[in-house]
């Protein structure tokens, strides 16, 4: 009996060893983060270098009046270009004139707010803004990171040279959990070394799946320089198919961060994009300036209904069940047994989509209530399929309830 024990035990640490299963954090400070999709705000995709802490206070103040924290938006995270060197003995050092009150100040005005706090750095030695990176100083960094009282770290991959992903990720996991303090991993790969294959090993909330979003419709595109590429958002679409499996509470797939109300799509896009990222279970990080919404745009972040099925508890990543040329449908299973379905049109004009139930998991001889969650209106009972006229670029977004 004895024998068998250890036996068994010896077999599980293989087992555990080969697969990387051992180190899956279900202990530890960083247990249990992020087990819906992260929500909140990032500098990035509208201000670029230009963040102070003037800006980053006054969008944690835009959060709560506008009524996004209430919506479910948490983080307010800066992006890039927050730091400018290093000091003597090595600490990071963030923008004097930029940020004068330094980061803990930041943070414990986010805090002040009920609002969580989160910064950026790199796995390479510099950032892609040439800031100096975390290469070298990840168990010092942390350190830093939780005396300010960082909440969620966004890290990146520039100027990593060889240096394996895997690797580095896991190495930046571990200064955070010896440092004491949950925060979230948002791993900034690109996609390059598959990290849906290994970021919930290591340890990562979510990872990057593509390039950067553009704030843009389309699909993938070569740079003017002839270089690959820029995604819009049905580039960045299109390259989600088949990563389903690889979500689930606690570490998603990130097709990176809200383009909506920046400038650069209709509303009926924004909606759109919105949708598809809710239903990816993706991380919902508005990436627009919270201060001067339009009140349409106010209404596509806020949908309630709609968040809903991002933060729904199984934790699924909805994927598309069919596609006809332009017209497509994707569909998410819920926690309470019924489906979020997308109809989607890629055409250039109004076209009729329908979903048949057997794509979505339930026999075409039953009766489903289906709701309209743009509309906020019941439809009724349909059997075996629904279908409706979906403008162009637009989508219909739909529960589906036996
Ligand atoms: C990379 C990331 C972006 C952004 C910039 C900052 O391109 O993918 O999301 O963080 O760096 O320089």
Redesign the pocket.
């Known amino acids: 009996m004895k024998m068998k024990c250890l036996l068994a035990a010896a077999l599980l640490c293989v087992v555990s060893c080969v697969t990387g299963l051992g180190a899956q954090h279900s202990t530890g400070p960083s247990a249990n983060l992020a087990l819906t999709p992260p929500m909140g705000w ?1 500098s ?2 509208k201000f ?2 230009n963040v102070s802490e003037d800006l980053i206070e006054a969008m944690a103040d835009a959060m709560v009046k506008s009524g996004m924290k209430d919506g479910g938006y948490i983080y307010v995270n800066i ?3 927050w730091q400018v060197s290093r000091d003597a003995n090595g600490n990071i050092v963030s923008d004097p004139q930029r940020f004068p009150h330094g980061m803990k100040a930041v943070g414990d005005y986010i805090h002040s707010l009920g609002l969580k706090f989160g910064v ?1 750095s ?1 796995a390479g030695s510099h ?3 040439k ?1 100096p990176g975390g290469l070298g100083h990840e168990y010092q960094d942390a350190i830093q990171y939780a005396a300010w009282g960082v909440d969620y770290l ?1 890290y ?3 100027d990593a040279t060889t240096q394996d992903a895997r690797a580095s990720y896991a190495n930046m996991r571990a200064a955070l959990d010896a440092a004491g303090r949950p925060i979230v991993l948002s791993i ?1 790969e ?1 996609g390059t070394a598959k990290p849906w294959l290994w970021g919930k090993e290591v340890g990562g909330n979510s990872w ?1 799946t593509t ?3 553009q704030d843009r419709w389309g699909g993938q595109e070569k740079w003017p320089d002839g270089s690959c590429c820029s995604n819009g958002v049905m580039g960045i679409l299109d390259q989600q198919v088949g990563l389903q499996s690889y979500a689930g509470p606690g570490h998603w797939n990130d097709p ?2 809200l383009e909506v109300g920046n400038g650069g799509m209709t509303d009926t896009e924004y909606r759109s994009h919105f949708s598809l990222w809710a239903l990816l279970a993706a991380p919902l990080i508005a990436g627009n300036d919270l201060r001067n919404m339009r009140p349409e745009i106010h209404d596509i972040l806020t949908n309630k209904e709609v968040i809903a099925v991002n933060q729904d508890a199984l934790g699924r990543e909805g994927e598309r069940v069919a596609k006809h040329g332009d017209l497509e449908v994707w569909a998410k299973q819920l926690k309470d047994g019924s489906r979020a379905v997308i109809l989607l049109n890629r055409g250039s004009g109004e076209q009729q989509v329908t979903v048949n139930w057997e794509e979505i998991g339930y026999p075409g001889s039953i009766g489903a209530s289906v709701r309209d969650l743009w509309q906020h209106k019941d439809l009724g009972k349909f059997t075996g399929k629904f279908s409706a006229a979906v403008a162009s670029h637009g989508v219909m977004m739909v529960t589906v309830k036996p």
């Open positions: 990032n990035w995709n670029a270098c992006d890039d270009c950026y790199d950032t892609c803004a800031r966004k990146d991959w520039c900034c690109w990057r390039g950067d979003i990176d961060m």
